[in-house]
């Protein structure tokens, strides 16, 4: 070290930073006669147990000119950080967050304003979340040589609430049932049959598509839409909306339809009162007091024999029986009831003879377009575009020849159908009036007269009227 007699660490100090991850070298002593050897900084470094990460090259510029790192603290060495593992995480499949509901925008950029509720409908075992397990950490090393050790990542667990599942893994969270996923408290995971209104159906809840029951705790306001996999029941009316449900409807008040509600059900509606709406079941119709000026069709029954027990205008339709307390009315409104046959059957025969006078209309008009046709052709006169439209009204005269036998064979399986009426029946147990019209199967019969606690029933191939006893 030439004429320095003052031993190296009277020059120099090294110091490491509080996590050891790297070591500092500083003059604490300047000469400019300072001058060592790689070796001797080798030497003075070790002498701190600094082993790992040394920059040799650092070190030689220090050896080159040492004044140029008088005044600085100078990084000699690095270690390597441990990496701690990451946090285990649940990803939802669904967004819970809860976020302002936002009315949905359309693709034409119109906005929709009863579409403002997300439902997370899902299916029995479908996939709901997945659980990401926590990484592993892996150890670091300090410049003194010791490891440094990391730490493993938290494990995150599913919060489990009412119908989910587990694999045994308890890497993924399904669904038991079919319904709706939902969050309660302490963010617990759930997956409910029923969808709760405390209300009206109205701008602030949207239309209703779920994939369980819906109970609405309210009435339903014109113009939306409640559509359920299950049961609907509504403690207040249905004013002018449409619902359909594959299970049951219950309507505590009753439908007011305004010409616009249509209200399906895949087994039963039940309700107080029907007026100028479209009812439909695959089952029965229950209504305690109306059924006013309304088409409704049953598979099975309708009964309206409450204490007014009214059913006026409109038409009813049922498989099997229709039973009211008042049928018509004194001003001879007409109303028509039709049981002996499903309705769809009744209604598709009306539709299949509308095809039939559609098809023989277009059978004549072909056929005196094929005449003329055939008249140019027997003269020399057809051009050809007239021979391709001969070829072509000939291919639609088969066509329309298959369409007239495949519509009277299917209206003769249902004239079939309508034969088998003999257990179909109407009940009137107060009265019913002129206007009426009672069909049972193929048979129709006008009401004339008013008359009292009757029951019509097909006898000896017509329609009888029997008092009831």
Do not use: W
């Not at 470094?45 to 790192?69: C, M, N, T, W």
């Not at 399986?413 to 069909?439: P, Y």
């Amino acid at each position: 070290m030439g004429e320095m007699t003052m031993p190296l660490n009277y020059y120099l100090d090294v110091v490491l930073s509080d996590d050891k991850l790297t070591a500092f070298l500083q003059f604490t002593n300047r000469d400019e006669k300072f001058a060592a050897t790689l070796e001797q900084l080798q030497e003075l470094i070790r002498s701190y147990h600094v082993v790992h990460g040394v920059d040799q090259a650092i070190l030689l510029e220090i050896v080159k000119d040492p004044s140029s790192f008088f005044y600085a603290k100078t990084a000699i060495a690095t270690g390597q950080a441990p990496n701690h593992g990451a946090d285990g995480q649940i990803r939802m499949l669904y967004d819970l967050s809860g976020h302002a509901k936002k009315p949905t925008e359309m693709e034409d950029g119109k906005v929709d304003y009863k579409e403002v509720t997300t439902f997370h409908n899902v299916r029995k075992g479908q996939l709901i979340a997945q659980r990401i397990p926590a990484g592993q950490g892996a150890p670091g090393r300090a410049v003194t040589g010791e490891v440094l050790f990391a730490k493993d990542g938290k494990e995150a667990r599913f919060k489990l609430g009412k119908n989910v599942v587990t694999d045994p893994e308890q890497l993924a969270l399904y669904a038991a049932i079919d319904g709706m996923v939902t969050k309660t408290d302490r963010e617990k995971i759930n997956v409910f049959p029923i969808f709760e209104v405390n209300g009206d159906v109205d701008y602030n809840i949207g239309n209703i598509d779920f994939v369980g029951s819906v109970v609405i705790r309210g009435s339903v306001l014109p113009g939306f839409r409640i559509k359920a996999a299950g049961d609907i029941r509504i403690t207040g009316n249905v004013d002018g909306a449409d619902l359909e449900a594959e299970g049951s409807i219950e309507i505590s008040a009753g439908i007011l339809g305004h010409n616009k509600a249509v209200v399906r059900a895949g087994k039963r509606v039940k309700c107080s009162f029907i007026q100028d709406a479209t009812v439909e079941a695959g089952e029965e119709v229950l209504v305690t007091q109306s059924i006013m000026h309304s088409q409704i069709r049953a598979g099975r029954f309708v009964y309206c024999q409450g204490a007014k027990g009214l059913i006026v205008g409109g038409q009813i339709q049922a498989g099997e029986c229709v039973i009211g307390r008042t049928v018509g009315n004194a001003m001879s409104t007409v109303t028509a009831i039709e049981v002996g046959v499903l309705p769809e059957l009744r209604n598709e025969m009306q539709q299949l003879r509308a095809n039939l006078r559609s098809y023989n209309e277009n059978h004549d008009k072909t056929d005196k377009a094929l005449v003329l046709l055939d008249q140019l052709a027997a003269a020399g006169h057809l051009t050809p575009d007239k021979v391709g439209l001969r070829i072509k009204l000939n291919h639609t005269k088969k066509q329309v020849a298959e369409d007239i036998s495949n519509a009277k064979e299917r209206i003769m399986e249902i004239e079939k159908s309508l034969e088998d009426s003999e257990q179909a029946r109407v009940e009137v147990i107060g009265n019913v009036f002129s206007g009426t019209k009672i069909v049972i199967g193929r048979y129709t019969k006008f009401i004339k007269d008013t008359s009292p606690r009757v029951k019509f029933q097909l006898v000896d191939g017509d329609i009888a009227m029997m008092p009831i006893h």
